[in-house]
């Protein structure tokens, strides 16, 4: 059961086959025995837990299950979740329990019915690329542990990939969750900016977050999807929309798929392994009768530097509510209310953290705001544009999700503009707002490699479908780290 896809799963406690009291536990047992060594959880409450399960036991003992009633499922830990410890991988809110769920938690809890087994380590407030800042120490690859699983979502891909829970949720402001997916060797999925409600899920940079689904497979993540979407009326930038079922094509042949290949993508900065695997699935989805076509993303060599103007900008006024009084982590020593602001800020965020509020605030400030922000903001409209153009002659953009494997824990620690391009392929989506996944799609020196597929605004049931003919086709995505039997 371990390894088993949720559909399998549920279909499993459906039958009475393993009650969700039992499948709880298995994984928590696994939990128990390897997240010592991996460190993705940060909070574990097993009777919570299994007061879930007993809960999921009964509505399927009653008849009122639904497709994914019973089945655990790891939580980032940037959602709030009523009961249980919401950190953000800080020491600002090491001891803060939320009072209240997230919509996210609400759907898959309240209405899905599943069983939250613990929340996952990230990087400090989602600001990171290896899940090296987090206040709780990094998380270590499953694939090979001296290595970081990618950020921020890593505490959810790695739970996920070592099998520590069968899938997670993760969040995505310019690539954590398709980064660490690529990484870890899963399947991740970014929706469309609002598709996913942002209430409760802890800001980093508002017009750029969004919430999405990490698991095996993209049939796991279009069963995760139809759970989490919806409008919500208490997130402002949350979109009305019909009720679709991300399932219900995945089957589709990809006859006629017209897949752009930005010649951006495809040159100089990305390591010759990485590339060899990715052109090899290109040249799977064109068996599978794609057709391919170069597109050109001009403008995307200037996604970095406007993200990390527009973020910062945006986390800066984000997290300006950290101030030791309401909530959060406040000093034992200070003079004034002033001294204690500055204590509280000081000792509770990390250096990531802090660098990018300093960022962030000279960005906005009086006499710079034209020459940076606005000028960040002209640029992103320039990439969405190149994206909108892309799209008048194909279907699908793919390419490398990450220009490099897992590297080393520590190698780009001292050198932030290197960490900040790990995330060189994945930012321009989130500018745009646009949906995009990674899938697993071979190995490189024995370590994952995961193909970026970028798609039109709305247009997730699509890339799942492409994904899934995909996975139908290859076994990346069923290929497991050793050594963690």
Not at 322 to 330: E, M
Not at 368 to 391: G, K, S
Not at 405 to 413: D, H, N, Q, R, S
Not at 441 to 467: D, M
Request: proline fraction near 5%; charged fraction near 20%.
């Amino acid at each position: 059961m371990i390894n088993a896809s949720l559909k399998t799963l549920s279909l499993a406690l459906a039958s009475k086959k393993i009650s969700s009291v039992e499948l709880t536990q298995l994984f928590l047992d696994r939990i128990e025995r390897l997240n010592p060594t991996l460190n993705a959880f940060v909070t574990v409450d097993a009777e919570k837990s299994l007061n879930f399960a007993r809960a999921a036991d009964a509505r399927i003992a009653a008849g009122n299950a639904g497709l994914l009633t019973g089945i655990p499922i790891a939580q980032k830990d940037i959602f709030c979740a009523e009961g249980w410890l919401t950190t953000c991988g800080s020491k600002m809110l090491a001891n803060f329990v939320s009072p209240y769920d997230a919509t996210v938690i609400r759907k898959m809890h309240s209405e899905a019915g599943m069983v939250s087994l613990g929340k996952t380590n990230m990087d400090e407030f989602a600001m990171g690329s290896s899940n090296e800042t987090s206040f709780f120490g990094p998380v270590r690859n499953p694939w090979d542990t001296e290595r970081v699983p990618g950020g921020s979502s890593g505490g959810s891909a790695a739970a996920v990939a070592a099998r520590l829970a069968p899938a997670a949720t993760g969040t995505d402001t310019g690539g954590s969750i398709r980064q660490p997916a690529a990484l870890c060797n899963l399947t991740g999925l970014k929706p469309t900016y609002g598709v996913v409600s942002r209430y409760g899920m802890i800001a980093f940079a508002s017009s750029l977050d969004q919430g999405g689904p990490m698991a095996a497979s993209a049939e796991d993540c279009a069963l995760l999807l139809n759970t989490m979407v919806g409008f919500d009326e208490r997130d402002s930038t949350s979109l009305e929309r019909p009720a679709e079922d991300y399932t219900l094509n995945l089957e589709k042949p990809l006859n006629g798929l017209r897949i752009g290949l930005p010649k951006e993508f495809f040159g100089e900065g990305c390591d010759a392994g990485v590339m060899a695997a990715v052109r090899a699935a290109i040249a799977e989805y064109e068996k599978l009768g794609a057709t391919t076509v170069e597109v050109s993303l001009p403008n995307s060599h200037l996604s970095v530097p406007a993200y990390y103007v527009i973020a910062p900008a945006e986390a800066s006024s984000n997290l300006s509510r950290f101030d030791g009084v309401r909530y959060g982590f406040r000093a034992e020593d200070y003079g004034n209310l002033d001294d204690m602001y500055m204590k509280s800020r000081a000792q509770g965020f990390g250096a990531e953290v802090k660098r990018r509020i300093m960022i962030g605030a000279y960005v906005l400030s009086h006499g710079y705001y034209d020459a940076y922000y606005l000028q960040a903001q002209r640029i992103r409209r320039l990439i969405a544009n190149d994206f909108v153009e892309a799209f008048k002659v194909c279907d699908v953009i793919m390419g490398p999700t990450s220009p490099s494997t897992a590297f080393k824990l520590g190698e780009k620690a001292a050198d932030p503009v290197q960490m900040y391009l790990s995330d060189i392929y994945t930012i321009a989506v989130n500018l745009a707002g646009l949906p995009g996944m990674s899938v697993p799609c071979g190995f490189a020196g024995g370590l994952p490699v995961g193909l970026q597929l970028i798609g039109n605004y709305f247009a997730e049931a699509q890339l799942l479908n492409a994904a899934h003919r995909y996975q139908l086709a290859t076994d990346w995505h069923q290929q497991r780290p050793g050594g963690l039997a």
